[in-house]
C-alpha cells in the first residue's frame, strides 16, 4: 500500500487554482488589505527599508565607480611611470621619463651636492641610451647628435652646480669635482675600449671635452682631511653593500675582484690615518685617491653598461701591497740566475759571454741588495722606506730591461750593417 504523504504530494503537484478562483482570492487579499492598513509606524519602517535599499545600491554604484577610477589614476600615476622607466629615445612613452619621472625627482634634490650628483647620474643615463640604441642598430646620426647634446647640457650643469658650491663651500665642491670627476673617467673608459668609435664619436666628444675641465682644475682646491675622511667612510659603507647585495649575481671572480678593490681602497684609507697622525699632508691625497676608487668601483657594481664594456682593472688597477711588490722582484731573481749559469757553464765562452756574465751577476747582487734592504724597512714596521727601496728597485729593473733590449737592438743592427757590407 502506498505511503498517503506520497500520494497526497503527488496530487497537490496535480491541483491547481482556476483563472476564477485566482481573480476571487485576489479581490478578497485586496479588500482586506484596504479595510484593515498598516500602523503608521510599520509603514515607517517599510519605508525606511525600500529607502534603505536604494540608497544602499546608489552608494554601492558609487564607490564602484570611485574605485575604478582610483585603480586608472594609480595605472596612469604608477604604471606608466615605472613602464617609462626602460625606454629609450624614440620609444612613446620616453617623454614620460625625462619630462615627467625625471623632473619630479629634480625637485627631491635638497643639497647642491645631491644635485651636481643628479646632474651626472642623468648624464650617465643618456650615455646608457645610446650606447643601447647602438646595440640594436637605431642610433641615427640625428639621434646621436640629439644625444650628445643632452650629454653637454648635463655635464654643464654638472660643472657649474661645483662652481656655484664651491663659492658657498669649497671643501664640499672639491669633493663633488672628485666624484664628478671619477664618473668622466669612467665613462672615457668606456669610450676608450669601444671598438667602434664612428658611432659615439659625438657623445666621446662630448665626454672628453668635461674631462679635460675637470682635469684642468684638479688640485686647485682641496677639501680638508675630517670632511674627506667623512665622506669616503661613507662611500665605502655604500660600496661594501652593493658588493654584498650582487653576490647572487654576480660570478666568483667578478666578487674577488671587488673584494680585493675593496682592501686596497681600505689599505689607503689606513696610509692616509697613519699620514694625517704624523702631519703628513700626504693625506688628503690618500682620501682623494680613495674616494675616486670608490665611486668607479661602485659605477662597475651599479651600472651594468659599464660592466659589459670595460674591464674592472682598467677602472680601478690592483695596488700591489709591498710583499708582492717584493715578491714580484723576487720573482725575476731565478730567471736571471739561469742566464747567468748558462753563460758561465758555456763550452765556447767569449769575452761577450764574460761581459753578459759579468752584468748578469751584477744585476743579481744589486737586485738582491734591494729585496734584502726592503725586507729589513718591512720586519721593522717603516712601510715608508720600505716602499721607497721598492720603487727604486723597479726603477732599476726598468732601466736595466730597456738598456738590455737597447744593447740588443743595437747589437743586432750592428750585425746586419756587417752582413750588408760583406755582401
Avoid: C
Avoid at 118 to 136: G, Q, V, W
Amino acid at each position: 500500500m502506498k505511503s498517503f504523504n506520497t500520494e497526497l504530494e503527488k496530487y497537490a503537484k496535480k491541483t491547481r487554482l482556476k483563472a476564477s478562483e485566482r481573480h476571487e482570492l485576489r479581490g478578497r487579499i485586496l479588500s482586506y488589505m484596504e479595510y484593515h492598513p498598516l500602523p503608521k509606524s510599520a509603514q515607517t519602517i517599510t519605508e525606511a527599508v525600500a529607502v534603505s535599499h536604494r540608497q544602499f545600491a546608489l552608494w554601492k554604484t558609487f564607490y564602484m565607480r570611485i574605485a575604478a577610477g582610483a585603480f586608472a589614476i594609480v595605472l596612469v600615476v604608477v604604471g606608466v611611470p615605472l613602464a617609462a622607466e626602460n625606454t629609450v629615445p624614440g620609444d612613446i612613452l620616453y617623454p614620460v621619463k625625462t619630462k615627467l619621472n625625471e623632473e619630479i625627482r629634480a625637485q627631491f634634490v635638497n643639497s647642491p651636492y645631491e644635485k651636481i650628483a643628479f646632474e651626472t647620474e642623468l648624464m650617465e643615463r643618456r650615455i646608457s641610451e645610446a650606447r643601447l640604441l647602438e646595440k640594436e642598430g637605431k642610433l641615427s646620426d640625428e639621434v646621436e647628435a640629439q644625444i650628445a647634446e643632452t650629454v653637454r647640457g648635463h655635464a654643464t650643469a654638472a660643472w657649474e652646480g661645483i662652481a656655484e658650491l664651491n663659492a658657498t663651500d669649497a671643501e664640499e665642491g672639491a669633493i663633488a669635482k672628485i666624484t664628478f670627476g671619477s664618473a668622466l673617467d669612467v665613462q672615457s673608459a668606456i669610450f676608450k675600449d669601444d671598438g667602434d668609435d664612428d658611432v659615439t664619436t659625438g657623445i666621446a666628444g662630448a665626454v672628453k671635452a668635461a674631462k679635460a675641465s675637470v682635469d684642468a682644475d684638479r688640485g686647485t682646491t682641496t677639501p680638508s682631511y675630517e670632511r674627506l675622511s667623512a665622506r669616503v667612510e661613507f662611500e665605502t659603507t655604500r660600496a661594501h653593500e652593493l658588493a654584498s647585495s650582487i653576490e647572487s649575481s654576480a660570478t666568483d671572480e667578478e666578487q674577488a675582484s671587488i673584494a680585493r678593490r675593496l682592501l686596497d681602497i681600505e689599505r689607503k684609507v689606513k696610509a692616509a690615518q697613519v699620514a694625517h697622525a704624523e702631519g703628513d699632508s700626504e693625506s688628503i691625497g690618500f682620501l682623494s685617491v680613495a674616494l675616486a676608487d670608490i665611486q668607479k668601483l661602485i659605477s662597475f657594481m651599479t651600472d651594468i653598461d659599464v660592466r659589459n664594456n670595460v674591464e674592472l682593472e682598467t677602472l680601478v688597477p690592483v695596488v700591489l701591497t709591498p710583499e708582492e711588490r717584493i715578491a714580484k722582484l723576487e720573482a725575476l731573481l731565478p730567471e736571471v740566475s739561469v742566464d747567468v749559469v748558462e753563460v758561465a757553464t758555456s763550452t765556447e765562452m767569449t769575452l761577450e759571454d764574460e761581459a753578459v756574465e759579468e752584468v748578469g751577476s751584477k744585476f743579481l747582487n744589486t737586485l738582491s741588495d734591494y729585496i734584502a734592504r726592503a725586507k729589513q724597512w718591512l720586519e721593522e714596521g717603516k712601510i715608508k722606506e720600505a716602499e721607497a727601496v721598492i720603487t727604486e728597485a723597479e726603477t732599476f729593473v726598468v732601466d736595466d730591461t730597456v738598456e738590455r733590449e737597447s744593447s740588443a737592438e743595437l747589437e743586432s743592427q750592428l750585425d746586419s750593417e756587417k752582413e750588408e757590407v760583406a755582401e
